[in-house]
Each structure stands twice: as structure tokens, then as C-alpha cells.
């Protein structure tokens, strides 16, 4: 009562990319997808002298993933080394206590047979790995920039250039019919040597690009010759992160810490490939921390005294059958 509910479905793809080795082919994983509640707030209000109803607006959303077990799903566990990089490791959500029943794990809640199983540890070697290319890529991009700055200095610097645009600017004065035309000339002969002068600026090894060419240079050289260093122990040791590290080695030591989390991938062997791809064999429900942080006083949504959103959220969690939901998973 007081709220409009709306559902709807979606089928899901899985992360593909060339930095996320030993992914089954495709079709060998089950069918993923999901289920999203909705419970939207109904307004009334005098219109003409008439009473309209509305359920058209926004609300705090409820969504049930199935065989879903890769990134971004219950905790965005972003690394700020590995930049834009596309690959299908991530931080390891977390253990956060039970919300009716079900283990919590960051933004989740998870039904599974063992849910620490989703995930696989990422090697020490496998998470430098990705800080070299993604510090690679900078190169690369850096590399580039020098090289058309380079291939556009001998054009500034080619006599047939300038005498083109010398040409061009007398032309241009003519059919304006400039009062001082040398003027204009002159300061079109004096852009050349500012492009000149701007260009060696970005070429040299002390300011602009060559400068962060270097830079990236010394970076990447930074993670490759430590790479080189650690024994094959340490390479094939579970890697995890700690985000305030200053330095590269403080955010990925070698001995684990309280304040270092856990990388991972997808653990695609937890599946189990015997089933038929339509066997539903894992239940992730996202959205809780909007919802069930009702500790947090800021969190203005999830103490709202309203009976839909947040309120209807926790009351479908609460009530769910959660016997019935494991007897459907195989």
C-alpha cells in the first residue's frame, strides 16, 4: 500500500577483454542476467479541480543478479594504478556482517552455495602485470605526441613553409587593403617563431612532453625492474591493494596488511558446467547501502518515513522465502 511497483528484466554479457586470461569461450558460461523492483512513490495533488495521481517519479532500486560474479557488481573496487585499463579484476568485496540472513559483501548480499568461492585470488605478478601496461599505455600515448610535434617542427622550420605563409598574409593584406600591411606581415612571420619556439618547448626533456615522456619512462621502468626483483614465490603470491599507499610498492606489498585489500577475478570454475546453461546458480542483490544504512543519519533515503522505496526494499528482503531461493539455485 502507497507505492506503484514496476519490475523488469535484462540479460547480461560477461566481461571480455585481452587482460582478463583464462576466460571460458564464449557460450561455456551460464546464462547471466537479472530482475529489478522498483517501488515508486505515488503523488496527489489538484489540478483544474481535479485530483491527479502520479507514480511516474524516482526511487531507490532492488536488483537481483543471476550468475553474475564479476566487477562493479557489489562494491566498484576500482584501481587507481591500473587506469582506464580493461581487464576483469577488481578489490575483493568485503565481508559486512548478515542483513536477514544473507552474508553482506560491500553493496550486496549474496546467495550462493559458498560465496567466497565467486572469486580467485590475482597473483602478485598478474596485478604489476596490469600497473606496466596501463603505465605502457601513457608511454605509448606520450610517444605519439612527441612524434607529430617532431613531424610538425620541420614543417615550422621548412623555408618553402614559411615563405607560404608569408606569400599568404601578403595576398591577404592586398585584398583586404590593409592600411599598414607590413604589420600584419610581420606578425604573421612572428607566429612562425612562436609555433617554433612553443614546439622545442614540448620537445624538450625539461618541459612538456618530453619531460612527461621521461616521466612515464622512469614509471614504467619503476614497476618492470621491480617485477624483475621479486622471486617466483612472491610473484605467484595473492596481490592485494592498499589505496592510501604513497608509493607503488606501499600500494602493492608483497606481505599483506589490515589495510590492504584483496584483488580478484571472476572464479569462473565455481559454476558448475554439468548444468544447462539456464540453471540459475548464484543471486547477488545490489543496491543495499542506499537502503539499509539506516545507521548512517546523512543517508536522508533510508530513514524516510515514506512506505515506498527504501521502506518496501527492506520489507521484500525481510519477508523473501530465502529456503525457496537456495532450492532454485542448483
Known amino acids: 500500500m502507497g507505492f506503484s511497483v514496476e519490475t523488469w528484466g535484462h540479460l547480461a554479457g560477461y566481461h571480455v577483454s585481452e587482460h582478463a586470461p583464462g576466460q571460458p569461450a564464449a557460450g561455456k558460461l551460464p546464462i547471466a542476467g537479472g530482475l529489478t523492483f522498483g517501488a515508486f512513490p505515488i503523488f496527489e495533488y489538484q489540478k483544474n479541480g481535479k485530483t491527479v495521481r502520479e507514480d511516474t517519479g524516482e526511487t531507490a532500486l532492488q536488483t537481483f543478479l543471476v550468475n553474475q560474479i564479476g566487477s562493479g557488481l557489489i562494491d566498484r ?44 585470488p590475482l597473483p602478485q605478478e598478474g596485478a604489476l602485470d596490469l600497473v606496466a601496461k596501463a603505465r605502457q599505455i601513457v608511454v605509448q600515448g606520450y610517444e605519439e605526441s612527441l612524434s607529430a610535434y617532431t613531424a610538425q617542427l620541420a614543417v615550422v622550420r621548412d623555408p618553402a613553409y614559411r615563405a607560404k605563409r608569408v606569400a599568404e598574409a601578403k595576398e591577404a593584406a592586398a585584398a583586404a587593403k590593409m592600411p599598414n600591411p607590413q604589420a600584419f606581415i610581420k606578425q604573421v612571420e612572428d607566429s612562425i617563431g612562436v609555433e617554433e619556439a612553443s614546439l622545442l618547448k614540448e620537445l624538450s626533456p625539461a618541459t612538456g612532453t618530453g619531460k612527461n615522456l621521461a616521466d612515464a619512462k622512469r614509471a614504467l621502468s619503476e614497476v618492470t625492474d621491480w617485477i624483475a626483483q621479486l622471486s617466483p614465490a612472491e610473484l605467484a603470491a595473492p596481490s592485494c591493494y592498499a589505496e592510501k599507499g604513497t608509493t607503488l610498492r606501499a600500494r602493492f606489498p608483497t606481505v599483506a596488511s589490515a589495510g590492504c585489500r584483496p584483488l580478484v577475478r571472476p572464479n569462473y570454475g565455481y559454476f558448475n558446467a554439468a548444468l544447462p546453461r539456464s540453471a540459475p546458480q548464484v543471486v547477488i542483490i545490489t543496491g543495499i547501502k542506499r537502503c539499509f544504512d539506516t545507521a548512517d543519519k546523512y543517508n536522508i533515503e533510508a530513514n524516510s518515513p515514506s512506505p515506498s522505496g527504501c521502506r518496501a526494499n527492506r520489507a521484500l528482503i525481510e519477508s523473501m522465502d530465502m529456503d525457496a531461493i537456495r532450492a532454485w539455485l542448483r
Open 77 to 120: 573496487g576500482n584501481v587507481g594504478d591500473w587506469g582506464s585499463l580493461d581487464t576483469d579484476a577488481f578489490q575483493k568485496p568485503m565481508r559486512e556482517g548478515e542483513i536477514a540472513g544473507l552474508p553482506r559483501y560491500g553493496d550486496g548480499l549474496i546467495i550462493a552455495r559458498d560465496p567466497e568461492a565467486l572469486w580467485t
